[in-house]
Every structure is written in structure tokens, then in C-alpha cells.
């Protein structure tokens, strides 16, 4: 395509400089290609962006559906880089001539990002019965859900501060002496946020436990009626922390159930609600104590690592900018700056390990001198910046060799995180089979070559099509950083036991993205064999037996999991379309017959030794409770009036009963808790 640009003076003429930063995704970074509105489904699944593999899947597939595709990159035109009104008009141009040649005939009809989806966004979470919003399970029940999510998942996103914990178990017991307490209603929709994702991760790890598997969407509605949630964008409320952390706890249930749109404009509620009340920036209020800052700076971060995960599954923009946010990182208090109040928590707790932080024992193999918490979020502020120099509309402004640079950059940020934040064994991973790794070092492994694969993922196409004599330096640096991508993918693949089992992944693993992270690692694949493997220095089959691995995961946790089950079939789709392209026997990966036929999804027996989590006490089977029951909220008492002496000794309990909503959570109701984690 001719075009005319201006010569500025000190212009860099190089070809790279002379093409925009967008072109390895065809131009497409600032524009949508379909109608959104056409139907529920496509409503539903919304706007996807280039850095989400749903997004590198549809391009693949309409490459596999469509040879023409295929043909040489500059075939079709593409508009320069610039801000000018002139290139940026040569940009509209090209993308609308490329539209026409589709209308025309030349290339069939792109296919819908939604057929490429592999989340469940288009179910629906209704309840066909009458709910009542003030039932709870039973004990027991409550204190295995309760565990599932404590133990597996709120170390990465620790919204609720510790003394939820404690005013649990003390409630808890309560019920189990029969003299329940009378609960805030804030603080029970809370807990049965809790208890819905506990309920999803025991469906998902099907662990035997034969409660009904849409239990969770009750636990849910119950805590959004309560909270007048359904009725919210109406009349939106004052903000209250718990408000805060109930709409962060609703967005990541929506995440662990497959629904990342909802997940994602449900934390922008969150968020929005956050930012009303300030808490992106450092609070130096004198009368607030030390714990209560570090709870809310723990809720604040928890809330921007979750959407910062849902923009990189879905590709869509963040709500604020971290150069707009002052509050610092988490991190450890130190029992010199602790309260009196806090120091008497930490007595009580003496032999509990503490959750926010990695380990109290700070090793040098081990993230160094922070908790687990505050490295997990320099992360996400890394993955932002990716997103935002990366994959936003302003790549289409910038050339080619800008993005080079970025890239550089980012890569060189993302090495001095590893450098203190992983041990040197992991890096680069080898089979995890072979490594004894904490759990916490590997959720940021998988951060971190997640992190890699999307950086350098820009890299991976045929630029020698896109540029016509680009300078050696260019070539040079797109050859090993495409490479890199995809060592990036065979590092995600090496983290995984090379004998698929739900005990690694919902004891192990990144339970709530793990589909994500082995879908990213499988487009890599994918894409670099409809290469011919031309970024790899001696093709071999590696890349085939690390594709195959990862689809036997697939059909592992597809066992309770509809996402991993449809990102199965889509891969399925896939490669039965395009084997011919892709070079490969769909016999090399589907080792349950080919492609196109059925698989079958085994049930996942559980080591007898395996307890997960496990109840701290509580003697009961999981096998004996076929469906919770419920207490009956006219039989409570109120904590105001009653003051039972329980297992914590004589403490009266007190503060529910007094609760305030605009209050901060909850009052330390001070009694003498057991150890639990």
C-alpha cells in the first residue's frame, strides 16, 4: 500500500521504524471487527483484546478456516505509525480495505470471537427455588468451605482481614453450642461470598464431597440480595469497606466459575467504590492504627491483582493507572509498630502461621524480604504496564521500533523482579517433578513466565512479511524474543507434573486461572507450528509433546471443569481443522482417539492420604452430607444480651449486636482462639 508521511528532521528511516507497533496482530489492537449486540452469547462475552489467547485462537482458527489467510502478511495493506491526523486516517484506510477484500470474497468472513471463548459467560446464575438470604449450612459444612478458601486462594487475594477469621470460628462454635449469635447482615453476606467459592473449589476438585453443584449459586444470591446488589446500579450506595470487600469477593466467585466479563465489571464496581473512599492513596490518618492501614492497603492491592488478572484473560483496560495511585505495598508489620490491641492478637495467635506474608522465615531460596503478597503485586504492576505499552490502542501510534524498545524494557523490569523473587532453580523451570518448591513460589512462577509469554508474545509472527528489509538489528532481536515466547510457554508446561492429577492443581497450582495459564501456553504452541516452527533454532518435537501434555491437563481438570471441557473442544476444533497446517498428526496429541471424535473426561480418584484442606478438628465425612441444611435465623440470639463462655475460655463475646455499617469491618470481638490456618 503507498502512503506519503511526512520526513521529520531526526526521523528514524529504518523499515521498523516506518510501520506501526500493532501490525503482529493485523492492526486490529483499536478497533472492533463484529457486532457485540447481535446476541446474548456475543453480548455476553463482550469485547475481547489482542493480549488474551481467546483473541490468539479466533486469529488462528480464521488462518486454519481460511488458507488465504495464510498467503504473505503484506498481501493486505497496513497504516503507518504517528499521531498525526494524516497517518492516523492511513490507518482507518487500510483497516477499512481490509474489510472491503472481506465483503468482497477474497477472504471468507472472520468468525465471531465468542465461538473461540472458552468461558462461561453466556450461563446464567439464577435460582429456580425460593432463596432465603439468612440461611447458613451447617457447622461443619461452614468450617469446610470456610477452609477451601482460606487455605487455597486467599493468600493470593487476602481481601478479608484476619480478624474475619476468628470472628468465624468464634460464630461458628457458637451455632455449634446452640446459642447462634445475631450477625450483621454485611458481615453474613460476606461469609457466604466465602462459602461460594469454597463450594466451587470442592465441585472443581471433586473432592468427594456430594453436595448439589450449583450449591455456590445459592451462596452467592443469598449475599448479593442481602447486600442489594441486584438492585445497585439504580442507586448506587455509599461506599462501606465491607461493601468494598464483598463486591471484590463477588467479582473473584464470578472468576472461579468461568464468568471473567462479570468477573471484570464487577471489580470495576469494586474498585470505583474503593477509589470513592481514597484507598489508592497512602492514608496517614494519625487515629487510624497500623493493623487497620494494613488491612485496607491488603484489600486495595487484593482488589487491583484480581483485575489486573481479569484484564490479561479478557484484554480489557484497567480503571486507574498505577502512576495515579500513591498507597504503598503490602507488607509485614512489625510487632513494634503493632497496637496494643494487634499484639494481644499475635499473643492469642502465637502458633498460626501468618497467611499475608510468605513465611515469617525469610530463606534465601525463598521470596526475599517481602511477603508474598507485596511481590505477587509488583507483578501485576508489571503485567499492567505490558497491557497498557502493549496491547492498547496506542500501539497502533507508535512504530515497530518503539515496541522494540518497550519490550526490551519490560524484559529487563520482569528480570530484576525474578531475580529476588524466585530461587535461582526455577528460573528457568525445570520439571517440577525434580524441584521440592513451596506453594507460594510456584503461584509466582506461574506469574511469572505468564507475564513473559505476554510480553514477548508480540514477537511471535512473521515479520519478515510485515517489514521489507528491516535492519539486522530488528531481525535479530525478533528472532531470539519470539524464541523466548515460546520458551516462556515450555516453562509453564515444565511447571506442571508430567502426569496429570487434581490433587497438584487444586493443592498446588493456581486453581482460579490454571485453564488460562495452560490455554496461553497452548496458543504459543499452536501459533509457532502454523509458523513451520521458524523462531526455533533445531525444530524438533518438543513443541508437539509439550502441546500433547497440555491437552491431557485439559482433559484432567475438565473432569468438574466446563471451562477446561470447552477449551478442550476448542482445541480439538482447531487442530482438527488445521493439522495440514500445522504439520502434525492429530494422533500425536489426542492420545483417546482423533480429533472430531469423543473424549472422555475420567473421574479423578483422591489419594486416601490427601486431605484438602484439612478440617482442624471437625470429625465428620464428607461423604455423609448430601445437601446442606440450614439454620433457622428466628432461633439466634443477640450477642448484645447473651454472653456465652465458649472453648475460648471466659471472654464474653461481644460487638456484633453493636455493629455499624459505615464502621470499619468489624470490632475485635478479643477472645482466646484455637490455632487454625
Same mark, same amino acid.
Given at each position: 500500500?503507498g ?6 528532521e531526526?526521523?528514524d ?5 516506518d ?6 496482530f493485523?492492526? $486490529? ?6 457486532d ?11 469485547f475481547?483484546g489482542?493480549?488474551s %489467547?481467546?483473541q ?6 480464521n488462518?486454519?478456516?481460511s488458507p488465504?489467510?495464510?498467503g504473505?502478511?503484506?498481501w493486505?495493506?497496513y497504516?503507518p ?8 486516517? /492511513?490507518? #482507518? ?5 481490509q ?15 465468542? $465461538? ?5 459467560? *453466556?450461563?446464567g446464575?439464577?435460582m429456580d ?8 449450612p451447617?457447622p461443619?459444612?461452614?468450617?469446610? &468451605? ?14 478479608l482481614p484476619?480478624t474475619?477469621?476468628?470472628?468465624f ?7 455449634? /453450642? @446452640?446459642r ?5 447482615e454485611?458481615?453474613?453476606a460476606i461469609l ?5 467459592i469454597g ?18 449459586v445459592?451462596y452467592m ?9 441486584d438492585?445497585?446500579?439504580a442507586?448506587? =450506595?455509599?461506599?462501606t ?5 464483598a463486591t ?11 464468568q ?7 471489580i ?9 473512599? @481514597?484507598? +489508592?492513596?497512602?492514608?496517614?490518618d494519625?487515629?487510624a ?5 494494613? $488491612?485496607?492497603?491488603?484489600t486495595?492491592?487484593?482488589? +487491583? ?8 484473560l479478557i ?16 507488607h509485614?508489620?512489625? !510487632?513494634?509498630l503493632?497496637?496494643p490491641k494487634?499484639q !494481644? *492478637? ?10 499475608? =506474608? ?7 531460596d ?5 511477603s ?21 490502542p496506542q500501539?497502533s501510534?507508535?512504530?515497530?521500533k518503539?515496541?522494540?524498545k ?7 523490569e520482569l528480570?530484576e ?11 528457568p ?19 511469572? +513466565?505468564?507475564?513473559?509469554l505476554?510480553i ?6 512473521r515479520l %519478515?512479511?510485515h ?7 530488528s ?5 531470539r524474543?519470539?524464541a523466548?515466547c ?9 511447571l506442571?507434573?508430567? %502426569?496429570p492429577?487434581l ?7 493456581p486453581?482460579?486461572?490454571? #485453564? ?8 504459543v504452541?499452536?501459533? %509457532?507450528?502454523?509458523?513451520g ?13 509439550s ?6 491437563w485439559? /482433559? ?10 470447552r ?8 487442530i482438527?481443522?488445521g493439522?495440514q497446517? &500445522?504439520?502434525i ?8 482417539g482423533?480429533a *472430531?471424535?469423543s ?18 478438628g471437625?470429625?465428620?465425612s464428607?461423604?455423609e ?6 439454620i ?7 450477642? *448484645? ?5 465458649t472453648?475460648?475460655?471466659?471472654h ?9 455499617t459505615?464502621?470499619?469491618f ?12
Amino acid at each position: 500500500m503507498g502512503r506519503f508521511i511526512p520526513i521529520e528532521e531526526g526521523q528514524d528511516l529504518s523499515p521498523e521504524a516506518d510501520v506501526s507497533g500493532s501490525l503482529s496482530f493485523n492492526d $486490529d489492537v483499536d478497533l472492533v471487527d463484529e457486532d457485540l449486540f447481535r446476541s446474548h452469547k456475543s453480548r455476553a462475552t463482550g469485547f475481547v483484546g489482542q493480549n488474551s %489467547e481467546v483473541q490468539w485462537l479466533r486469529n488462528l482458527k480464521n488462518k486454519m478456516e481460511s488458507p488465504e489467510r495464510a498467503g504473505p502478511a503484506n498481501w493486505l495493506p497496513y497504516g503507518p505509525p504517528g499521531s498525526s491526523n494524516g497517518a492516523a486516517a /492511513q490507518r #482507518v484506510d487500510a483497516s477499512h480495505a481490509q474489510q472491503k477484500s472481506s465483503q468482497l470474497g477474497s477472504i471468507p468472513h472472520i468468525s465471531h470471537v465468542s $465461538d473461540s471463548s472458552f468461558y462461561l459467560d *453466556g450461563e446464567g446464575l439464577e435460582m429456580d427455588v425460593v432463596v432465603d438470604p439468612y440461611e447458613l449450612p451447617l457447622p461443619e459444612i461452614a468450617e469446610a &468451605l470456610f477452609n477451601f478458601y482460606t487455605q487455597t486462594i486467599h493468600t493470593s487475594f487476602p481481601i478479608l482481614p484476619d480478624t474475619f477469621e476468628q470472628q468465624f470460628y468464634k460464630y461458628n462454635e457458637s451455632v455449634k /453450642q @446452640g446459642r447462634p449469635y445475631q450477625l450483621p447482615e454485611s458481615w453474613r453476606a460476606i461469609l457466604n461470598l466465602v462459602l461460594a467459592i469454597g463450594e466451587q473449589y470442592s465441585h472443581l476438585a471433586q473432592t468427594g464431597w456430594c453436595a448439589h453443584e450449583r450449591d455456590h449459586v445459592l451462596y452467592m444470591t443469598r449475599a448479593v440480595r442481602m447486600l442489594g446488589l441486584d438492585s445497585m446500579a439504580a442507586s448506587p =450506595a455509599a461506599p462501606t469497606l465491607p461493601l468494598i470487600q464483598a463486591t471484590g469477593l463477588l467479582s473473584l466467585y464470578y472468576l472461579t466459575v468461568g464468568q471473567v466479563s462479570r468477573a471484570w465489571m464487577t471489580i470495576g464496581t469494586s474498585l470505583r467504590f474503593a477509589l470513592t473512599v @481514597g484507598l +489508592h492513596l497512602r492514608n496517614d490518618d494519625p487515629s487510624a492504627p497500623p493493623s487497620k492501614k494494613e $488491612d485496607l492497603v491488603r484489600t486495595w492491592w487484593s482488589l +487491583h491483582s484480581i483485575e489486573s488478572l481479569l484484564c490479561t484473560l479478557i484484554g480489557r483496560p484497567c480503571v486507574i493507572s498505577n502512576h495515579q495511585c500513591t498507597v504503598p505495598l503490602p507488607h509485614v508489620l512489625p !510487632d513494634e509498630l503493632a497496637s496494643p490491641k494487634d499484639q !494481644d *492478637g499475635k499473643n492469642r495467635q502465637s502458633n498460626m502461621p501468618t497467611r499475608n =506474608a510468605l513465611s515469617n522465615k525469610v530463606h534465601t531460596d525463598t521470596v526475599s524480604q517481602a511477603s508474598f503478597l507485596g511481590t505477587s503485586v509488583t507483578m501485576s504492576i508489571i503485567v499492567e504496564k505490558a497491557l497498557s505499552r502493549l496491547y492498547s490502542p496506542q500501539t497502533s501510534v507508535n512504530s515497530w521500533k518503539q515496541i522494540q524498545k518497550e519490550i526490551d524494557a519490560l524484559s529487563k523490569e520482569l528480570d530484576e523482579w525474578a531475580a529476588t523473587a524466585l530461587p535461582a532453580g526455577l528460573r528457568p523451570m525445570q520439571s517440577i517433578q525434580k524441584s521440592r518448591v513451596r506453594r507460594e513460589q510456584l503461584l509466582l512462577s506461574f506469574q511469572y +513466565h505468564s507475564a513473559k509469554l505476554l510480553i514477548y508474545r508480540p514477537c511471535l509472527c512473521r515479520l %519478515e512479511q510485515h517489514i521489507a528489509g528491516q535492519s539486522d538489528a530488528s531481525a535479530n532481536f525478533h528472532q531470539r524474543t519470539a524464541a523466548t515466547c515460546v520458551q516462556a510457554a515450555q516453562a509453564i508446561t515444565g511447571l506442571l507434573p508430567d %502426569e496429570p492429577n487434581l490433587a497438584f492443581v487444586y493443592e498446588q497450582s493456581p486453581w482460579w486461572c490454571i #485453564v488460562h495459564n495452560i490455554m496461553q501456553a497452548t496458543a504459543v504452541f499452536l501459533l %509457532e507450528m502454523s509458523f513451520g516452527q521458524a523462531h526455533i533454532t533445531h525444530p524438533d518435537k518438543g513443541i508437539l509433546e509439550s502441546t500433547r501434555k497440555l491437552v491431557r491437563w485439559l /482433559q484432567c481438570i475438565g473432569v468438574g471443569s466446563a471451562v477446561a471441557r470447552r477449551a478442550y473442544e476448542i482445541i480439538v476444533g482447531i487442530i482438527d481443522t488445521g493439522a495440514q497446517q &500445522l504439520q502434525i498428526d492429530k494422533s500425536d496429541v489426542f492420545t483417546e482417539g482423533v480429533a *472430531g471424535q469423543s473424549h472422555s473426561f475420567h473421574a479423578h480418584q483422591w489419594p486416601q492420604s490427601t486431605e484438602i484442606p484439612p478440617n482442624h478438628g471437625a470429625s465428620f465425612s464428607y461423604a455423609e452430607w448430601d445437601r446442606p441444611s440450614y439454620i433457622n435465623p428466628a432461633s439466634t440470639t443477640d450477642l *448484645g444480651t447473651q454472653h456465652p463462655t465458649t472453648l475460648w475460655g471466659r471472654h464474653p463475646a461481644q460487638g456484633f449486636g453493636k455493629f455499624q455499617t459505615d464502621q470499619y469491618f468489624m470490632p475485635d470481638l478479643n477472645p482466646q482462639m484455637p490455632s487454625v490456618l
